[in-house]
């Protein structure tokens, strides 16, 4: 493109590494560990970070380049850096700006094995996590301590689909100079840009809506270029780095993932108000049902609801194990993100090493449900609920 167009979808689609002397239309897979030089001084130069080019697979590679172009331009971040998994991000995003001494303050409703992170590592390095409520988020100020380095949360949460407001966070972190960073995977670029909002770092597990068939496994950090940068120099000595192969089907991916999201939006809602009306449903969660509460603050923003409904069956343990030995269609699962709709017990899978009582503090019970809507026609997904729920 002569003029570059700030539209999604055309940024997703003409974000393109540079054509090669054979003129391809479509980006080919660069699977090589490392480029040549011309000469000692170009070598010399580049490793010297004089000159911008690639130099090895581990630090950087054209097909991860064009990948976190995209996201970057997708979040309106300066700069990003792609990981082989969407916690290999997390744990890197953490481990390269955080000091010995250092806290941080983070959501309690986080994914299982950030939930382990926080709790089983981070003490090993004197690294210290208060955990605040998602519905008490005035609380929050009162957790802050002169050592606390980050406000950490996910947007709608893993596996409630809580939503908190982001405008809300970032006001926060600019009182007290702390970093405002957000796992924005149930969202995605399409759906949410918490840069927008406020945040210095967004992270995403590409593996999920990015990559949308359950194809390969990636991450990715992206925000301000100093913070970046300082990620950047922890990651290429400790080697979480994206692989070529994995970043071009990401890339690949990211030019659908906005007609694919709407649908998947668009299926998610109408199991969501399915659900709410059926007899063995006790609650049901989903950020753009009128019911959810914290509605407004979704709609202000997020462009749509995004893939993930959170319901509790009736009947604690039995009822779930029903409903799930009873599903015929959809997939079960722990990942979510797929063309395949997905129902995961979390209790049992994501969340198995969560306390009880954190679990309970968070609203997974024994009977509660996940499901990622994929895009299957709605009709053959709500008759498979159906069937398993009676």
Same mark, same amino acid.
Not at 29 to 49: H, K, W
Not at 145 to 159: C, D, G, I, R, S
Not at 207 to 222: E, P, Y
């Given at each position: 493109?002569?003029?570059?167009?700030?539209?999604?979808?055309?940024?997703?689609?003409?974000?393109?590494?540079?054509?090669?002397? !054979?003129?391809?239309?479509?980006?080919?897979?660069?699977?090589?560990?490392?480029?040549?030089?011309?000469?000692?001084?170009?070598?010399?130069?580049?490793?010297?970070?004089?000159?911008?080019?690639?130099?090895?697979?581990?630090?950087?590679?054209?097909?991860? +380049? *064009?990948?976190?172009?995209?996201?970057?331009?997708?979040?309106?971040?300066?700069?990003?850096?792609?990981?082989?998994?969407?916690?290999?991000?997390? !744990?890197?995003?953490?481990?390269?700006?955080?000091?010995?001494?250092?806290?941080?303050?983070?959501?309690?409703?986080?994914?299982?094995?950030?939930?382990?992170?926080?709790?089983?590592?981070?003490?090993?390095? +004197?690294?210290?996590?208060?955990?605040?409520?998602?519905?008490?988020?005035?609380?929050?100020?009162?957790?802050?301590?002169?050592?606390?380095?980050?406000?950490?949360?996910?947007?709608?949460?893993?596996?409630?689909?809580?939503?908190?407001?982001?405008?809300?966070?970032?006001?926060?972190?600019?009182?007290?100079?702390?970093?405002?960073?957000?796992?924005?995977?149930?969202?995605?670029?399409?759906?949410? +840009?918490?840069?927008?909002?406020?945040?210095?770092?967004?992270?995403?597990?590409?593996?999920?809506?990015?990559?949308?068939?359950?194809?390969?496994?990636?991450?990715?950090?992206?925000?301000?270029?100093?913070?970046?940068?300082?990620?950047?120099?922890?990651?290429?000595?400790?080697?979480?780095?994206?692989?070529?192969?994995?970043?071009?089907?990401?890339?690949?991916?990211?030019?659908?993932?906005?007609?694919?999201?709407?649908?998947?939006?668009? +299926?998610?809602?109408?199991?969501?108000?399915?659900? *709410?009306?059926?007899?063995?449903?006790?609650?049901?969660?989903?950020?753009?049902?009128?019911?959810?509460?914290?509605?407004?603050?979704?709609?202000?923003?997020?462009?749509?609801?995004?893939?993930?409904?959170?319901?509790?069956?009736?009947?604690?343990?039995?009822?779930?194990?029903? !409903?799930?030995?009873?599903?015929?269609?959809?997939?079960?699962?722990?990942?979510?993100?797929?063309?395949?709709?997905?129902?995961?017990?979390?209790?049992?899978?994501?969340?198995?090493?969560?306390?009880?009582?954190?679990?309970?503090?968070?609203?997974?019970?024994?009977?509660?449900?996940?499901?990622?809507?994929?895009?299957?026609?709605?009709?053959?997904?709500?008759?498979?609920?159906?069937?398993?729920?009676?």
């Amino acid at each position: 493109m002569k003029e570059k167009s700030k539209q999604f979808e055309t940024l997703a689609i003409r974000t393109q590494t540079e054509t090669t002397q !054979f003129s391809e239309h479509s980006v080919p897979i660069y699977l090589t560990s490392g480029f040549v030089f011309d000469d000692a001084e170009e070598m010399r130069a580049s490793f010297a970070e004089e000159k911008q080019r690639d130099l090895y697979s581990r630090y950087s590679n054209p097909n991860v +380049n *064009e990948f976190v172009e995209k996201v970057c331009a997708m979040e309106g971040a300066e700069s990003g850096y792609a990981f082989a998994s969407g916690m290999a991000a997390v !744990f890197s995003t953490f481990a390269a700006l955080l000091n010995s001494g250092d806290h941080v303050v983070s959501c309690s409703s986080v994914f299982g094995a950030t939930h382990g992170l926080f709790t089983n590592y981070f003490p090993k390095w +004197n690294i210290e996590c208060s955990y605040f409520n998602v519905n008490e988020v005035e609380t929050i100020e009162s957790l802050i301590k002169p050592n606390t380095k980050f406000l950490y949360a996910e947007t709608p949460t893993n596996p409630g689909v809580d939503i908190i407001d982001l405008e809300f966070l970032s006001a926060i972190c600019k009182k007290h100079n702390i970093l405002l960073v957000i796992d924005n995977c149930f969202a995605t670029p399409y759906l949410q +840009n918490p840069i927008k909002f406020g945040a210095d770092l967004v992270i995403h597990s590409a593996t999920k809506l990015m990559d949308g068939q359950g194809r390969v496994l990636g991450g990715v950090t992206v925000g301000k270029k100093e913070l970046i940068r300082e990620i950047y120099l922890f990651s290429r000595l400790t080697g979480p780095s994206m692989s070529p192969f994995n970043a071009w089907v990401l890339s690949k991916s990211l030019e659908t993932l906005a007609v694919r999201t709407d649908k998947h939006c668009e +299926n998610a809602l109408k199991i969501a108000e399915f659900l *709410e009306n059926h007899p063995k449903v006790k609650w049901v969660k989903y950020p753009f049902l009128k019911s959810h509460p914290k509605y407004d603050i979704a709609k202000k923003q997020m462009r749509l609801g995004g893939s993930i409904v959170a319901f509790e069956v009736e009947g604690g343990i039995e009822g779930g194990r029903s !409903f799930f030995d009873n599903i015929k269609m959809c997939s079960l699962s722990a990942n979510l993100g797929d063309t395949r709709t997905i129902v995961t017990h979390p209790a049992s899978t994501t969340h198995a090493k969560v306390e009880a009582e954190v679990k309970a503090a968070v609203g997974i019970t024994d009977g509660s449900v996940r499901i990622s809507a994929g895009l299957e026609h709605i009709d053959d997904i709500i008759a498979d609920l159906i069937q398993a729920l009676n």
